[in-house]
DNA sequence: CCCGTCCCCTGATGGTCCGTCAGGCGCGGG
DNA sequence: CCCGCGCCTGACGGACCATCAGGGGACGGG
């Protein structure tokens, strides 16, 4: 993370000078643009010269502050990767007992959810970036679920341990569960495509999130 | 499937005629050789110079047979949709009771990260076409994975009545769980970056479809 | 208010790839 | 042997890339 920060701060155009006040904000409007851009338009058709002029400047502009598109998308996947930060304290944060146990993985779930709503179009870049073997994007991906991972598996290694039940390999579990989150997280049209209702998924997910991290049954839906 | 087969036999060139021998030949070394680059470059730096340089030939001759790039990707995927029928038949043909349905988990989670490691180029681009809003990519890749999960909601729906206990949706269930399985499958290579063994991983997978599908626990490991 | 200096921006450019013609090659039938 | 059709390609206008050298604007000192 500290890294991450720097990386941000260390600010450097491309002939080397520290950019001043017109230049960081010409930068973040490049930016925001890029990052509308991915949202609006595919990622292969994203082109430096619409997103210069979408930002009301030039292509020159553009590469003065990034080596190419792929660092501009850098840029936003390090910040989304900071805020990631808050599923982290979700899982660390909540209790994972009975009933309330239940809620903290609903809770989870639901994050997960607006997690991918606020940034699938980068996510997806990332993914795509990352599975291709791009060094700068695997290092994102591995830092942007690590941490959630390693916290959840910290989870489950406890509870195990107060059971004194040696069980799956924690980290493995852990994995498993964020990848189960992160992909319905990521699919939810495909879900909504084949008529299944959103709350329903969320049910699912929540109940084989708890019970994947607790080996507890989750409460009975109330049968009919 | 019936579509998609018409699709590949109602071959039709640029200019409308009916390619013959030599034709069809070539179009398949643009086939191979799209699937080859799209192995070993980017998808985003995939260009058509390159697939009909690769494949002996000119980039007029790729126009010839697909629209652009994403054309011949197409076809792959169509390719890719019809094998995922042996998943399918994993989920149809196996047992879900007790130990041997443990088994039947373990199998189509297997399964599944053959299909993987042997689609990736190509799945990751479906994916990333159909989160695009891309309706060619959408359409494959809602047909990809559709046929698994309403034949594991079958198989849900099954057990649940058989037990006269109506717990969550089975087709959200099923979802939830072929979520699972295609991210784990598609991130492989996060978890061994983690320090995490296929084998562990391997195990998480196949419990939680065991216990999503059947509801019951799956036996113990043995414990130390 | 004016001016010099330092940032910041841009117009212009050579190069690559796209997508599309009209035209040429070769193969198989007569 | 040669004709005709099916297949391929060279060549071109247009778009975008990536990079200069140089112009214009902001800002502080006089």
Chains 1, 2 share one sequence.
């Not at 569960?177 to 990521?186: E, H, Y």
């Amino acid at each position: 993370m500290v890294e991450l920060v720097e990386v941000i701060d260390d600010l450097r155009a491309a002939d080397g000078r520290v950019p001043g006040r017109r230049g960081r904000a010409t930068r973040q409007r490049l930016l925001d643009c890029t990052a509308e851009m991915l949202r609006t338009s595919s990622y292969r058709s994203l082109k430096v010269i619409d997103i210069a002029r979408e930002a009301g400047t030039s292509p020159a502009t553009f590469y003065q502050y990034f080596g190419d598109v792929e660092d501009a998308i850098l840029v936003l996947a390090q910040e989304m990767a900071l805020d990631s930060e808050r599923l982290v304290r979700i899982v660390g944060e909540g209790t994972w007992k009975g009933k309330a146990g239940y809620r903290t993985a609903l809770e989870l779930t639901d994050a997960f959810f607006a997690f991918w709503d606020q940034h699938r179009p980068v996510i997806r870049v990332v993914d795509l970036g990352a599975e291709e073997g791009d060094r700068r994007f695997r290092k994102i991906h591995l830092e942007l679920l690590n941490n959630v991972t390693v916290q959840l598996a910290e989870t489950i290694k406890g509870i195990q341990a107060e059971e004194r039940n040696l069980g799956v390999h924690p980290l493995a579990q852990a994995g498993t569960l964020v990848a189960t989150l992160a992909n319905v997280a990521a699919h939810q049209h495909s879900f909504e495509a084949w008529g299944i209702r959103a709350a329903d998924v969320r049910i699912s997910v929540a109940r084989q999130i708890f019970w994947g991290t607790t080996g507890q049954r989750p409460q009975p839906l109330r049968s009919g």
